[in-house]
Structures are given as structure tokens and as C-alpha cells.
């Protein structure tokens, strides 16, 4: 039953910094607006990946923009393990219990570990309960790795896709690798794609051997830090420079014309 209470609280998006799982903390101020900071520190109620790493992003916000309540009062609800895994966005979860707090008054963010929830990352089960609820989505302004790196590959941004991740046996990776470099030849469609970064090695080694000469290349690791690389190369220009050392961090992949 949708709610039609003007009294129920709000679903912010709140995104997260870039640097999960990196070796250093960005300073948050370079990344994020302070208005997003101030409402992340106003909200009391959470959904989000993991427990222990939003509360360690609540510390950092609580540096910049003091929390209305302590870290240990806050309200942190955990997606269902399975949702990890699997991903939401075909549906078949009912979030609509996680929003209790919402239709009680209260205002509720959803927070992922790095980035804008319920973008290639679990999420959007939650944003489809809230509309059904009658609860206003409000995303808030921070880092979306996607297009970041989209905009400085020099890919076409008009016409792009978001694919998740390759399969990790070979030859099912390299029938989808033919697939996606068709829809890039044929339509002009930007490809991307991610990886789990102990693995970039193998699958950058993949693309380069496995793509044709013409196609173009890119790959975007740390973003928005210090440690940030982006380049876009034809595959027949990356096979000329030699077999490249992929960084370990998070890295989105791009293939185009």
C-alpha cells in the first residue's frame, strides 16, 4: 500500500568516497559537496552493504560535518548476503520492511561501500520499495566512478552501457568479449565493464589479446585519488607498448571505437 503521509521521512542516496579498499583515505572535502555531508550527518537510520565500514564512514562524515547522533545510536540495517552476490535489480526481494523507519517519520539513507548506491552496486530494490511507498528518493551529490571514467576515456559518451562483469572462464569471457566489441563496432556503443582487482591482471591481459587490433581501449584505477590512471589506447597500440602491470585497485575497463 502506498503512503500518501506528508509527515514520513525521505531515502537519500548517499554516495561513498572511491577509495575503499585502497591503502590511504582521500580527504572526503575533495570529494564530496558539503551539502551531501550535512545531510549524511543529520540522517540517524541506515541500509547499506556492510555495518562495520558505514560506521567507519560515519567517522570520517562526523570529521567535517559533526553526526546529530552518535555513531553507536545510529540505526544500520544490512542488506540480505545473498543481494551481494546476486545484485537486486531484477527484483524477486521485498525491501519494503527496511523502510519502517521512513513511513515513521524518519529520514533514511542507503550507502554503499564505494560510490552511488544502486549503481553496480546492490541497492536499487530498496529505491523501487521507497517509490512504491510513497517516500521521496533523493540522491545526493558525490564520486560516480562510471562516468568518471567514461568522461576521461575520450569514448563515446552518447551511447554507453554498463555490462557488470565478465565471466571468468576463458571461454566464456572471450565469446562475451566478441558481443560487447560487436555492439561497440556496429552501434558506436561504449562497453563497460568491472572486475574484482586481484583479477584486473588476467582480465587486461585478456582484452589485449583477445580484441581486435582496432578497437580502443581504456582502463580508469583510482579514481579521484593520488594514485589516480587513465588511459585509452587502440589494442594494436597497447600490444606495441608491451605486457602492462595492472594496478591492484579498483578499476572500470572501456572498450569503443
Known amino acids: 500500500m502506498t503512503s500518501t503521509d506528508t509527515t514520513i521521512g525521505k531515502l537519500y542516496l548517499v554516495p561513498a568516497p572511491l577509495d575503499f579498499g585502497c591503502k590511504q583515505d582521500i580527504d572526503l572535502r575533495e570529494v564530496m559537496p558539503l551539502g551531501t555531508l550535512e545531510v549524511a550527518s543529520s540522517i540517524t537510520h541506515w541500509i547499506c552493504e556492510n555495518a562495520k565500514t558505514t560506521r567507519a564512514y560515519l567517522k570520517r ?13 545510529q540505526a544500520i540495517t544490512e ?15 521485498d525491501a519494503k520492511p527496511l523502510l519502517t523507519a521512513a513511513l515513521q ?31 521521496r528518493v533523493v540522491p545526493l551529490v558525490g564520486p560516480v566512478s562510471l562516468l568518471l571514467a567514461l568522461a576521461a576515456s575520450g569514448l563515446n559518451g552518447q551511447n554507453f552501457a554498463f555490462v557488470g562483469y565478465l565471466p571468468q572462464d ?7 568479449l566478441r558481443e560487447l566489441e560487436n555492439l561497440a563496432t556496429k552501434h558506436g556503443q561504449t562497453q563497460m ?65
Open 61 to 73: 562524515i562526523d570529521a567535517h560535518s559533526s553526526l546529530t547522533t552518535p555513531i553507536q545510536a
Open 105 to 135: 517519520g524518519h529520514n533514511m539513507g542507503l550507502v554503499s561501500e564505494a560510490g552511488m548506491p544502486a549503481v553496480a552496486d546492490p541497492g536499487s530494490s530498496v529505491v523501487r520499495a521507497a517509490h512504491e511507498l510513497g517516500i
Open 79 to 93: 542488506l540480505p548476503r545473498e543481494i551481494h552476490k546476486k545484485g537486486d535489480h531484477q527484483g524477486g526481494f
Open 170 to 176: 576463458g571461454t566464456a569471457r572471450t565469446q562475451r
Open 193 to 257: 565493464f568491472i572486475e574484482t582487482p586481484y583479477r584486473n591482471q588476467a582480465l587486461w591481459d585478456a582484452l589485449v589479446n583477445g580484441l581486435q587490433g582496432n578497437t580502443r581501449l581504456a582502463r580508469a584505477s583510482g579514481l579521484t585519488m593520488a594514485s589516480m590512471q587513465v588511459h585509452c589506447k587502440t589494442v594494436q597500440a597497447w600490444r606495441s607498448a608491451g605486457k602492462a602491470q595492472i594496478s591492484g585497485e579498483p578499476t572500470v575497463f572501456l572498450i569503443g571505437k
